[in-house]
């Protein structure tokens, strides 16, 4: 199986030529997931990522048509080994909520930044639509450490413009009817 060679352009799906997908308007759908180190001691980010990634293939449009790409859609997690979050702890120790946890808990704060780039040519309300969805799986998976720790969760969606955005890929075509 090779890269994909087509030129087609149309609204059944993505436009490809030698292997590069050229459909500006409808790409990259990534989120990254940066997260303090010490949950990883608590949480398993793998099942996270897949959890996000199933969670994105989901969302339709108002067409009720697929938003992100299945061959596009990556998710990845990246823990921070060094990290400073608000006051150091004092208020959490002061609150004295989560002392039992073993990991930490009261005063060691744990933040989760989870940033979907999502390309142009979406509707506002397609948007809004994903960002849901996806704030709703992050805070039933989080549910169990927030029950122990403080932690602190941001979703943001960035829409292009770009200013360079080159793909190379021989994933998409696995994905795509009579294009493999």
């Given at each position: 199986?090779?890269?994909?060679?087509?030129?087609?352009?149309?609204?059944?799906?993505?436009?490809?030529?030698d292997g590069l997908y050229l459909d500006k308007d409808?790409?990259?759908?990534?989120?990254?997931?940066?997260?303090?180190?010490q949950l990883d001691a608590e949480m398993n980010m793998t099942t996270l990522c897949r959890q996000m990634a199933d969670a994105m293939l989901t969302v339709k449009d108002e067409e009720g048509k697929q938003v992100f790409p299945t061959g596009g859609?990556?998710?990845?997690?990246y823990p921070a080994?060094?990290?400073?979050?608000?006051?150091?702890?004092?208020?959490?120790?002061?609150?004295?909520l989560y002392d039992e946890n073993p990991h930490g808990g009261s005063g060691d704060y744990a933040f989760v930044y989870l940033n979907v780039r999502m390309g142009r040519g979406r509707t506002?309300?397609?948007q809004q639509r994903a960002g849901?969805?996806?704030?709703?799986?992050?805070?039933?998976?989080?549910?169990?450490?927030?029950?122990?720790?403080?932690?602190?969760?941001?979703?943001?969606?960035?829409?292009?413009?770009?200013?360079?955005?080159?793909?190379?890929?021989?994933?998409?075509?696995?994905?795509?009817?009579?294009?493999?």
């Open positions: 199986m090779g890269l994909c060679q087509t030129t087609h352009v149309g609204p059944e799906g993505p436009t490809y030529k409808r790409t990259m759908p990534h989120l990254v997931i940066l997260y303090t180190g859609t990556r998710v990845l997690a080994p060094h990290y400073a979050v608000a006051d150091g702890g004092a208020a959490g120790q002061a609150a004295g506002e309300a397609t849901q969805t996806l704030v709703e799986v992050a805070k039933a998976f989080f549910a169990p450490v927030m029950a122990q720790r403080h932690i602190g969760i941001t979703l943001q969606i960035d829409v292009g413009p770009e200013v360079f955005d080159a793909k190379h890929s021989n994933l998409h075509p696995l994905f795509q009817k009579g294009a493999v």
